[in-house]
């Protein structure tokens, strides 16, 4: 049992999350409320048609298409929620943003009033989520409920042993619809979209030159904007500013 302050107004009220509650994140223990699990992956579902439009993340199957922005969806009700976005229904008065949903809505404006209303008992530490604190929460209790069947390798969240899943199964749920290229998580997915986009967010605060990878930011600020020279040669001694110098000069 974990406790957050919650705050409404001048008041605060004391609540009480459990680590592992199911109505925030899913419960490992809980089979016999979802009793379709999928063969791939192992997650379990409460209904069978919830399983068949998971197990399309596995085919690749992606049969609802947003005309507008050409996004893929795995049913009817996720693009017609996404279709929210393209209009003024859920808009934000503030910055303009449109969402999802009502909800996402009230928890956007959260970004511009500075509202965390759950507070960690132990660190202090603020959330506008109630499921951002409950992750947050295992840290202290150090709780890692998800445990692979493969490997027996435990992780604090249940998307974590999912991704962990697929060293195993070799399983890239992420495509690209411009190439057709995979990956097996959407972070690699959404920096992969920059190739075509042309997005380069990682601007250099010395030359403003932009980059579309934070790791080519460093990489471009060590060997331009700085006489550091990190890497050493094993054979000779002699100091290079990249890791790519070095092996260039190993080589020779």
């Known amino acids: 049992m974990t406790c957050c302050v919650y705050y409404t107004g001048e008041s605060s009220v004391e609540i009480k999350i459990e680590a592992d509650s199911n109505d925030i994140t899913e419960h490992p223990r809980d089979d016999k409320s979802r009793p379709y699990v999928c063969t791939v992956c192992g997650k379990r579902f409460t209904r069978k048609d919830q399983l068949a439009n998971h197990t399309k993340r596995h085919t690749g199957e992606n049969v609802y298409s947003c005309p507008q922005c050409m996004k893929h969806f795995l049913s009817q009700s996720g693009l017609s929620c996404h279709k929210n976005i393209h209009t003024s229904k859920y808009k934000c008065t503030e910055c303009g943003r449109c969402c999802q949903s009502s909800t996402d809505l009230a928890i956007h404006r959260r970004c511009h009033s500075g509202e965390k209303p759950f507070e960690c008992t132990v660190c202090s530490k603020r959330f506008t989520l109630a499921s951002n604190f409950v992750v947050h929460s295992r840290i202290h209790s150090e709780q890692k409920l998800y445990k692979c069947h493969v490997c027996d390798k435990a992780f604090s969240l249940s998307g974590h042993l999912r991704r962990h899943v697929r060293v195993h199964t070799g399983d890239k749920e ?45 990489t471009h600020k060590l060997s331009v904007h700085s006489n550091q020279r990190p890497y050493q040669c094993s054979s000779c001694g002699k100091l290079f500013k990249t890791v790519t110098a070095l092996k260039r000069h190993e080589k020779r």
């Open 174 to 218: 992420y495509k690209c619809y411009m190439c057709d290229k995979a990956f097996n998580q959407s972070s690699n997915l959404k920096t992969h979209m920059r190739v075509h986009t042309g997005n380069k967010p990682y601007k250099c605060s010395v030359c403003d030159k932009s980059f579309g990878h934070s790791n080519s930011l460093q």
